[in-house]
Every structure is written in C-alpha cells, then in structure tokens.
C-alpha cells in the first residue's frame, strides 16, 4: 500500500516519552515550554504557546484578538472545516472568499477587498498543500483595511517565509501534517500581550501556570478571562521536541518528490494540471493535482486503491457542507467550486521512494 500521508517515527521518539513518564510530571512542563521556544526559534519568533490542537489555537487567536458577535471574518472555503469553525466558536460571522484560480488555488485579495465591510474585523489565510500565500501582500491588504491578518498554518510547518507578517500563526500536529505530536497545535504571535493572552486563555484564564506554582512562584492565582481547557502535555511536547529536529529534511524530501511528480506528470499526462509553480515557497505537505474535467474522479481514486495506492480530495469546500449551506446559503465561489470537483491529491510523505511515485503515475495513466 502506498499510504497517502505516514508519519515518520523511531526510536527517538519512543526514549522521550519513556523519559516523560519515568519522571513523573505529564503535562505543561520543561518539554512544553522547550518544544514553544525550538519552534518559535525555528519560525523566527521569540514565543509560542503550545495548544492541544490548531482548532482550538486558531480559536484561542480570535478570542485574544477580541473577534466576537457582530464581526465578520474572511476565510477560504477551500480549506479544512477547522477554519471556519473556529470564527463561530467566538460567534462571528465567516464570508467565504473565492481562490485566485485552479492553478494558484490561495484565498484570493481580490475578492476579498469586494467583500469587505464596516463589520470586517479578521481575515484568515492558510497556506494550501503548503505553498506560501504572498504574506506581504495580505499584510499591505490588512493594514489598508485596519483588520487582523490571521495564518492557518497547517500545513506550513518548518518553512521560512510563515508566521512574521501576520498578528497570529497556528500551526498543526495532527498526525497527518507534516510533524505530529499524534494531537497538537502551537500559536505564534509578532505581539507578544496578544500572546501572553493566549497563554492564559489555554489554561481557564489562570494568571499562573502549574509549573509556576509547582517552582513556588506564588501560591495563589486569579482567572481573568473565560478561558478553555486547550493545553498541551508533556508526552506530546517531547515528541515534538524529537520531531523538530527533522522537519527541515522531510521538508526538503518532500519538496523533491513534488518536484519529480510535477516532471513526470508534465512528460506523461500532461493534461493533468499542478497547482502552482515548480519554484513556489512551499512545506510541500500535499500533492494536489487537477483530473481533466472528462476524468471521473470517483472511478479514478477506486483504480488507484484497488492498484494498492490511497488518494484523496483536498477538500470539500466548506461553503458546500450542508451545516454551512444550512447557515449561509447563496455562497458563490465558483472557482473554489471548479477546483474542488477535479481535485485530486496523491500521496506524499518523506518515506516515499521515486519509484512509488513512478507506480502512482503509471496507474494513474492507465486509470484516466
Ligand atoms: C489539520 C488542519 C486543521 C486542524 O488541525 P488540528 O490540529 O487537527 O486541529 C486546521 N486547518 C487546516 C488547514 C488543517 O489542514
């Protein structure tokens, strides 16, 4: 089988979290506060607050950012639903934006300049498949409009060029992205009160932590916020921590397998189209591509599991979901409604040799 995503896990992995348990202390210690400050240190930033997951990170962003009811927030609809949902935790309201076109599937300014209001107070972008949205261009597009320039990072961990521009970035662990922690998430912000706000958000709005009282620093606390429950724990910290030392290489592998798919699909079946340009910024955490419009895609992903190969769709746009239509119905993307009906990624992980690409490539020739 060759699996659409694998994480890559060892040894390493398994003596950190031997370490963990044999100390004794599972959760919100020194492998949480080094695991913020390696990843920070690797994005360019001074901080980060680890969170269980990016859902509840992005949702910690707006609730620091003071996005609430009556706000309107600017997302894609070609993303994870995790986006959006994130805007009606804090009861704003999402207004889906269009992607620039299918072969730069990035949420596009445009038509997000079209739909801004009085009322718009966010706009979050994510980086799709991994491939860098011009961040300078949406800063310059955010202070114009005064509004919050918000990074869905998930798929862009490890990468030069994320997090620096933006108000908040967050980041995935699941254990599909490009580095796991099995669940995980962390929060970058360039304000550092912002960030301190988050930190206290993810703890019930607590104005001590546990290690710090754990270390005798002050035996009391106030709350000073609603805050949630969306720590991280010592287990998934020290993974995380090994797991960092790596994402740079498996980046650049992954980076090569798209550059060799991007090659062999342009000599093979050229009429199968690659989003965006062979020297684009990118995590390279997807393969997406684009069947020609007479492929049927449904019958093409069955021929290639039934040849031992997972494929899948990224994504069913989150304007089509039928919560959503039910909420807001009469959205019309047709570009992101375009692209999603041919989208098909292949698989991509930094375990994948080039001769499994030229299998993937092989039967999908036959297949279309
Ligand atoms: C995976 C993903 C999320 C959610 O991440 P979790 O850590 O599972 O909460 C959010 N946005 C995008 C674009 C994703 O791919």
Redesign the pocket.
Known sequence: MISLSAPVLGEQEKEALCHVLESGWLTMGENVEAFESTFANLHNAADGVAVS???SGLHLSLAALGVGPGDEVLVPSL??V??VNAVLYVGATPVFVDIESEVLPHISISDAMSKCTSRTKAVII?HFAGYLVDLAAWRAFADEEGIFLIE?A??APGVTGSNGHSDVAVY???SN?NMTTA???MVLARDISVLGRIRRLRSHGMTAATLDRERGHGHSYDVTDLGYNYRMDELRAAVGLVQLRSIERWNTRRRELSTYYRNELAKRLPDVIVPFDSDYNTAAHLFPTLLPEAVQRARTMKILLKAGIQSSIHYPPVHRFSYYCGRFPNVSLPETDSFCSRELSLPLHPSLEKSDVDRVVAVLKSAI
């Open positions: 997951s990016c859902t993303t994870f995790a986006t994510m869905d998930a798929h995935s662990f699941f992205k669940e995980g998430g």
